[in-house]
């Protein structure tokens, strides 16, 4: 069993997509254990993207993600990092795989609907800072 952090980042959100994202989830054995609908302050996106801090798209996707209501959820079950990883489909939604969250929704490589931890150490470090322990019904 491992755990991921998702999101539904403010296009996602804006484009009435939570219930199809969550649908994809459920159906493909990702179990969610935690859940709210937040707005993302400018700083606190800044800290989140602080490896990408430097890069050109810096300023850009925090500005996008302060942008308007998150949902961020933690996903619970078997290899769930990379199955997260798989149903969203590569970064630039014209390298993501048919069928995937991003290659079908995204709109642009900064604009691509969801979010999910890459590695056990930042799930464990982004779950950490959204959610405490008796918000997570695992
Ligand atoms: P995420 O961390 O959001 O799950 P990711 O791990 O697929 O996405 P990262 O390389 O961590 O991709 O980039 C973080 C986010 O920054 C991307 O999801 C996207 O919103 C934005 N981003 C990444 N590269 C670019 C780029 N070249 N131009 C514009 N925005 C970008
Ligand atoms: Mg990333």
Redesign the pocket.
Known sequence: MERTLSII?PDGVAKGLIGEVIKRFEKNGLKIVAMKMIYISKKEAEWF?A??RGKN?FD??TD?MSSGPCVVMVLEGPKAITKNREL?G??NPKDAAPGTIRREFAS?????I???S?APETAAFEIGYFFNALEICG
């Open positions: 980042k993207y490896v990408h798209f850009s996707v996008f969203m590569a970064t642009s490589i900064e604009r691509n969801v979010h999910g890459d």
